[in-house]
C-alpha cells in the first residue's frame, strides 16, 4: 500500500485478515490495497507454495523471521541469547536465509531471546552478540539483509536487548553492511521515554519500521501514540522504508484499516 506522501504500507499476515486461513490472506491483502506483506513464520509450509501465493496476488515478500520455539516455551522469542544453544540458532538462520532467499524477503529478523534465570545478563549478551556476527556473515551474499529489534519488558521480561540503542550497539559493532535496526513503536512506546526521539535518533539505522498502538496493540488510533507525528516524522526524515502493519485489528482487519485516512496527513 503506498500512499500519496510516499510512505509504504505492508500488511503483516499474521496479525491481520486472521479472519480468513493463512494461505487466503494473501489475496485478501492485496485486495485491500497491500502490494507487499510480512510475517513471522514461512516454515509450517513450503517456500514453493508461498511463492506462488505470492505471485498470485501479486505481492512482494518483505519480511521473515529465523526460528523460534514454541509459544510459551523459554525460546518464544527467539535462541540468539542462550547458551549451549548455538547449533540451533545456526540451524534457524540457515533455514531463515533459505526460505528469505526463496521468497525474495528484503529481510530476515534474528529474534534475541529472554534471558534464562541461571544466565548472567553479560553472559547472554556476549552469546547474542556472536551469534549474530556468524549470521550476518553466513547472511554475506545472499541479499538478504540481517534486523535486530528491542522488545519491550512488559510483554517480554528477560528479553536480552534493553532498548534501541542496545540494539543500536549491536548493529554498529557487526557494521551496517550486514545488519540494520528494526524500530517497531509499539515496543519503543513503552520502553522509550519519548518514542519521538527515539525514532528520529535510530532512524539512521532502521532498515524497517513496524507498528501498533499502544496500549492494546491494535491499529494506530485506538491508543495513546502520537501518530501523526510519527508519520511526519518518518516523512520528514526521509524515511524509504516499508511500514509493517503488525497490529491486531479491534474490530475486524478492513474496517480497521480507516485508521490509514484518520492517522496519516
Known amino acids: 500500500m503506498i500512499l500519496h506522501n510516499g510512505l509504504r504500507l505492508d500488511a503483516n499476515l499474521k496479525w491481520l485478515f ?21 510475517y513471522a513464520s514461512p516454515y509450517p509450509f513450503p517456500a514453493a507454495t508461498l511463492t506462488r501465493r505470492l505471485a498470485d496476488a501479486g505481492l512482494s515478500q518483505i519480511l521473515i523471521n529465523s526460528p523460534t520455539g514454541e509459544p510459551g516455551s523459554p525460546e518464544r522469542l527467539g535462541h540468539a541469547c542462550l547458551p549451549g544453544r548455538t547449533a540451533e540458532f545456526r540451524a534457524g538462520v540457515e533455514l531463515g536465509l533459505e526460505y528469505a532467499v526463496a521468497l525474495g524477503s528484503s529481510f530476515l529478523h534474528l529474534p534475541a531471546g529472554i534471558r534464562p534465570d541461571d544466565v548472567s545478563r553479560d553472559r547472554a549478551f556476549a552469546q547474542y552478540v556472536a551469534n549474530v556476527a556468524w549470521a550476518a556473515e553466513r547472511a554475506r551474499g545472499t541479499g538478504v539483509r540481517l534486523l535486530l529489534e528491542a522488545q519491550n519488558k512488559q510483554d517480554a521480561p528477560g528479553f536480552v536487548l534493553d532498548d534501541q540503542a542496545h540494539a543500536a550497539a549491536v548493529a554498529d559493532a557487526i557494521g551496517e553492511d550486514h545488519v540494520s535496526l528494526l524500530f517497531d513503536v509499539y515496543h519503543a ?53 516499508w511500514i509493517g502493519c503488525e497490529y491486531g485489528p479491534a474490530a475486524g482487519t478492513e474496517a480497521g484499516l480507516s485508521w490509514v485516512k484518520e492517522q496519516i496527513r
Not at 494461505?23 to 497491500?34: L, V, W
Not at 532498515?207 to 520528514?236: C, K, M, N, Y
Open 189 to 241: 512506546s513503552i520502553d522509550e521515554k519519548d518514542v519521538l526521539a527515539a525514532l528520529r535518533e535510530f532512524l539512521p539505522r532502521t532498515a524497517h519500521v513496524q507498528i501498533a498502538d499502544s496500549p492494546g496493540r491494535a491499529e494506530p488510533g485506538t491508543g495513546i501514540v502520537p501518530w501523526p507525528d510519527v508519520f511526519v516524522t518518518l516523512e520528514s526524515e526521509g524515511y524509504e522504508g
Open 18 to 38: 486472521t479472519e480468513l486461513p493463512f494461505e487466503e490472506r494473501f489475496d485478501a491483502a492485496a485486495a485491500a490495497g497491500f502490494t507487499a506483506v510480512e
